[in-house]
């Protein structure tokens, strides 16, 4: 005998939606999802109500559509369908550690055997909000821990792992060994927690697992595929939490901001940066610090703060001049002059400074070549290149475009194909000059390529 369905039923009367507009919000819904034969009507409603249970990726779908009418993040659960599966689980900061450890693996699973559904999962704007003010209020309230931390072989091994996984995205993208990645954490790492014997052991375990699922949502950022990257990074940031590294949580925290800036929300991404820096009173990470001062920068830029974006560049700059990179942690090998000087030169450019965005991108193709990091090199030189751009100088603009087409076809990376979109659309004005068109032209093949 079917269950009334009273959880959907109350939000869909909260709502003010009526059956058709639900079933009509569904369907949009579900092209987002690249699901367009899921189109249900006012009776296949009635029929959820009286308890039929839809089939996946349903739940997840009408979820949605009422996080967007409410404004904060409604799961499959709260609206009477089961418990919801790791597409929605996963962007949950729940308070529990086994649900946050299941939550990961079920992630890691589908990323591996279901990655069609994921990928189409669409970001949420809203499920930041809790987890990052959860975060910042349970590390501050934490107590140091006593002695020194354990170093076994099992946490050594998986924080050796993640090292090399790391590189392999430094210098190849994204796109590489992300799902050999997710794998490892799911068959290999995830089963050790429970047999951690110790306070001790389980806290470092839970941060080679938070580095590993932060490296997981950062590739698949760096795919493009970030519906995907927020729900690791959601969790990433709980088992940040778990392991007593706030340095770590704010380091997760500081890749929130940049796909909030990214995205569009470049409020959000100076709320999150922010929560960091706080965060950042129980540690010392001076690459941290720069890093999220960089960040912050870059979402004062979009905002059009052109004092406080510049007042923070010079923020980070200062924190990195304390940096000892012997002292700081594995996932901040990143942080470095071709980073952060390539960071800079967007944010000079969307600040419309093509003087200082051409000085900080020079900087960090320098560092990048010295380094053969392509992906690093490839948006550094798209940058110089927009600052061709706003002073008119297509023939430099088309020599910086050029070695950006060369650089972005060396590795696997959304985000270097974006800038070569980015900088074609920027040589539009320009669209009659030869090279405008033999830019756009070779430009073309790489991104059908890719």
């Known amino acids: 005998m079917k269950t009334r369905n009273v959880g959907l039923e109350s939000h869909l009367a909260r709502s003010g939606m009526s059956r058709g507009e639900l079933a009509r919000r569904i369907k949009a819904k579900a092209l987002e999802y690249k699901e367009p034969h899921i189109a249900p009507g006012v009776s296949r409603i009635r029929c959820w109500i009286e308890g039929e249970q839809p089939r996946e990726p349903v739940p997840q779908i009408v979820a949605d559509v009422f996080s967007d009418r409410f404004g904060y993040r409604v799961t499959a659960y709260d609206i009477g369908f089961g418990t919801g599966t790791s597409v929605d689980s996963a962007l949950v900061y729940d308070t529990s550690f086994t649900a946050t450890v299941k939550a990961v693996a079920e992630l890691g699973r589908a990323d591996v055997d279901r990655r069609k559904l994921l990928a189409a999962a669409p970001f949420a704007a809203v499920a930041g909000v809790g987890p990052s003010r959860d975060w910042l209020m349970n590390t501050l309230d934490q107590e140091p821990s006593a002695g020194p931390r354990v170093r076994l072989e099992d946490v050594a091994s998986v924080k050796a792992m993640f090292e090399k996984f790391q590189r392999m995205d430094i210098f190849q993208g994204g796109g590489s060994g992300r799902l050999v990645l997710a794998e490892y954490m799911t068959q290999h790492v995830l089963p050790l927690l429970p047999r951690a014997k110790t306070e001790e052991v389980r806290r470092a375990l839970c941060e080679a ?91 004062l830029a979009k905002l059009g703060d052109t004092k406080a974006a510049s007042r923070a560049v010079i923020e980070s700059e200062k924190a990195f001049e304390r940096v000892r990179p012997e002292q700081e942690q594995a996932w901040a090998e990143f942080i470095d002059p071709a980073y952060l000087h390539g960071e800079h030169a967007m944010t000079f450019r969307d600040l419309n400074d093509p003087k200082s965005s051409e000085a900080h991108a020079t900087r960090s193709i320098d560092h990048a070549h010295q380094q053969k990091r392509a992906r690093r090199g490839a948006m550094s030189q798209a940058a110089l290149a927009v600052s061709h751009i706003q002073r008119r100088d297509v023939d430099a603009a088309y020599a910086a475009g050029l070695r950006t087409l060369t650089l972005a076809s060396q590795v696997k990376s959304t985000r270097a194909i974006e800038a070569v979109q980015d900088l074609r659309r920027r040589m539009q004005p320009f669209g009659q000059n030869r090279l405008v068109a033999d830019f756009n032209e070779r430009a073309q093949a790489l991104v059908e390529a890719a």
């Open 209 to 299: 697992a938070s580095e590993q699922t932060y490296l997981l949502g950062w590739m698949a950022y760096d795919s493009g595929e970030h519906g995907v990257a927020q729900r690791y990074l959601i969790q990433a940031l709980r088992l940040a939490e778990e392991s007593m590294n706030p340095a770590l949580g704010a380091h997760v925290l500081a890749g929130m901001a940049d796909q909030a800036t990214l995205l569009g929300d470049p409020n959000e991404g100076r709320r999150l940066a922010q929560a960091g820096r706080h965060g950042l009173a129980k540690a010392d990470s001076a690459a941290c610090l720069a890093d999220l001062w960089c960040l912050e920068a870059r979402a």
